[in-house]
Each structure stands twice: as structure tokens, then as C-alpha cells.
């Protein structure tokens, strides 16, 4: 099996939002970290969105690993497979922010775990041309060696057993097809299983059904029942309309999170906000800044260009690391008024 980096510069444009890719820069490599091939897709303004991800999935292969830094770029990868119709059942990703947490947690060589962070301060942040795009991509390859695939071999970033299309699944080498409850698929690598949504789809494959989970046909029940909601919704609906009344439309409201508690936090002062897999960046007139509010430890770091440099700072939660951000923006307006 191949691992495939790709670093992927998103614009806008008419399509549907969040999987409007412009360019692709993607590389091949074997399990050892030998560097195969690479190759970069570009699309134009004016060209159909769809093409350029059929042209990277046929480049990728049949069986591979996809590599994305974080979980926004792998959630917008999918959207754009969806909408161009590709659904390879090889097709895993990994989020490399959460494979580099967990090579951190599990590494007990205090010298790899300070090349591994030196490594991290090393990433590219701002992509927006074809240049950008191809040098993450040289520093994901040159990262590869830090980081330990096994700790999460068989819990990928994207639970691919969890995901509810994914109902059934097999073995490249098997026989059976098997439910996400049996007991060989909980303890087996996500990287070997391939998935059926339905029943039908994986016995005209030539597959036949565990004798220890026995998998059932639930996809005559399914249709059945979604049926009947959408008959009792649509009786409703015209009841309803019958009385001279207009059914509300249920909206669900969105939980308020820690980035988003610090996006609002951020736009009520007058601070650019941002956020970067895990990372949140702040910007004021005192500099640009840096934290990860989901870490423990909450430290603070300044952005120089495209380092990251320690300030020392340390706090108990993200919300006073912006409250020293603001303080230090007051300070720095108040000494320049005074210069006038």
C-alpha cells in the first residue's frame, strides 16, 4: 500500500461551496518513504471541478492512503469525490494533524519528540499560488519519517467504520461480508477492509453473508420506513396547508464551540482571526499570533514571518490568551497615539 500526500488550494467560484479545487499537488510513497512519483493537477477558472479529481483519483491508484494536513481539507476531498461520482472503497484518508499528535503521546525519545516540533514550526501557512501548494508538499514528505502510522493504523481521522454509508464491510482477500459490530472488523487494520452500503450490492459482488455476525437485509426495511415518514410529513404538510397555516421549518442551532466562542471574541475587539487545523491565529496591530486551543497547555507564540516563535506565555484557557493579545494591542495603540 502507497501513501499519497496532497496539498490542495481551494477557490471560489460557482460551484457548489467547499470542494471548488483549483489545484492539486500530490506525491507517492511506499511504505518505507521512498518518494515513487509526484505530479500536480491544475483546473481552470472556467473548467469543470469534477475533472481534476477523476484525474488524481485514476493517477492515485487502487490502493492507497490519502494524506491531508487537516480535517477541513480531507472534509472538502470528499465533497469533491462525492460530486464527480467517485466512491473507490480503498478510499481512506488520514488527518496528519492527528497522527502527529499521537506520534507526540506515544514517542519516548525526548530528542525525536524536539525534532518532531522543530519540524512542525517548519510548515508553510499562507497558500494561494502553485508555489505554496508544492512546498507544504515537500515539507508533509519530509515530515513522513517522524511520524508513527501505527499508533492509529487502525483508528484513522475519518472513522471509516463509523461513517453511516459504510454498513458493510470485507476483506481485499476474504469471502464474507461482515457488519461494523462483528468482531474481526473491530479488531482488524481500516486500511485492508473495503465497504458496501448495501446488502444487495456485496452478494452480487460474489461475497456471502458472516455466520458470526449474520448480517441482515435491511435495505427493503430502510426504504419501507423511510417511505412511511416522508407519507405521515407530507399528510402533515398538506393538513396544514388546508387550515390556512404554514408548517415552520425546524432549524437546529449550532452548539457554540471553542472556535467559535473565539471568533466572535476576536471580531468584537478588532482582531484578525483564523484558523489552521487545531492552530487559531490571531492578528492585531501588536503582530500576529499564535495558540492551540484545544492542547493542555495553552502557550502563546508570535508568528515572524513563517515561524513560530515561544513567548513564554502560558494560560489556563484560549480566552485569556486573547484577553493578552487585546491588552497588548491597547498598549501598542495607546504608545502610538502618544508619539502623535
Known amino acids: 500500500m502507497n501513501y499519497v500526500f496532497c496539498s490542495v488550494i481551494w477557490r471560489d467560484s460557482d460551484a457548489p461551496p467547499g470542494f471548488a479545487a483549483s489545484l492539486i499537488a500530490a506525491a507517492k510513497l511506499s511504505e518505507n518513504g521512498e518518494l515513487l512519483c509526484s505530479e500536480t493537477f491544475s483546473a ?9 479529481a477523476r484525474t488524481f483519483a485514476d493517477w492515485c491508484g487502487s490502493d492507497y492512503m490519502l494524506c491531508l494536513w487537516d480535517g477541513s481539507s480531507a472534509g472538502r476531498i470528499k465533497k ?4 464527480s461520482g467517485i466512491r473507490h472503497p480503498y478510499t481512506h484518508m488520514y488527518h496528519l494533524v492527528k497522527v502527529y499528535d499521537m506520534s507526540v503521546k506515544k514517542c519516548t525519545d525526548p530528542g525525536r519528540c524536539r525534532l518532531m ?18 512546498s507544504e508538499l515537500r515539507w508533509m514528505c519530509g515530515i513522513f519519517g517522524y511520524l508513527d502510522f501505527s499508533a492509529v493504523e487502525k483508528k484513522p481521522s475519518v472513522d471509516f467504520i463509523e461513517q453511516p454509508s459504510n454498513k458493510y464491510f470485507v476483506f481485499r482477500n476474504g469471502k464474507c461480508f461482515h457488519t461494523k459490530d462483528c ?9 485492508s477492509l473495503r465497504s458496501y452500503t448495501y446488502y444487495s450490492k456485496a452478494i452480487d459482488a460474489g461475497f456471502t453473508p458472516c455466520s458470526r455476525c449474520k448480517p441482515v437485509d435491511t435495505d427493503a426495511e430502510t426504504a419501507e420506513e423511510m417511505r412511511r ?11 396544514g396547508y388546508a387550515n390556512g397555516s404554514v408548517p415552520k ?41 499564535c495558540f492551540c486551543p484545544e492542547s493542555k497547555t495553552i502557550e502563546l507564540f508570535r508568528c515572524v514571518g513563517s515561524k513560530e516563535k515561544p513567548t513564554g506565555m502560558t494560560f489556563p484557557d484560549p480566552y485569556e490568551a486573547v484577553r493578552e493579545i487585546i491588552r497588548r494591542n491597547n498598549a501598542k495603540e495607546k504608545k502610538n497615539s502618544g508619539k502623535k
Open 44 to 52: 481552470a477558472d472556467d473548467e469543470d471541478n469534477t475533472v481534476i
Open 80 to 83: 469533491l469525490y462525492a460530486a
Open 117 to 134: 516540533k522543530a519540524k512542525l514550526r517548519e510548515k508553510p501557512y499562507y497558500y494561494s499560488k502553485k508555489s505554496s501548494a508544492q
Open 183 to 191: 468482531r474481526i472488523v473491530q479488531g482488524a487494520a481500516v486500511s
Open 229 to 239: 415518514i416522508n407519507k405521515e410529513k407530507l399528510e402533515e404538510a398538506k393538513a
Open 249 to 289: 421549518k425546524k432549524h437546529r442551532r449550532k452548539t457554540m464551540n471553542v472556535y467559535r466562542s473565539l471568533e466572535h471574541m476576536c471580531g468584537m475587539y478588532g482582531i484578525g482571526y483564523r484558523k489552521c487545523g487545531q492552530k487559531v491565529y490571531a492578528e492585531g496591530i501588536s503582530g500576529k499570533w
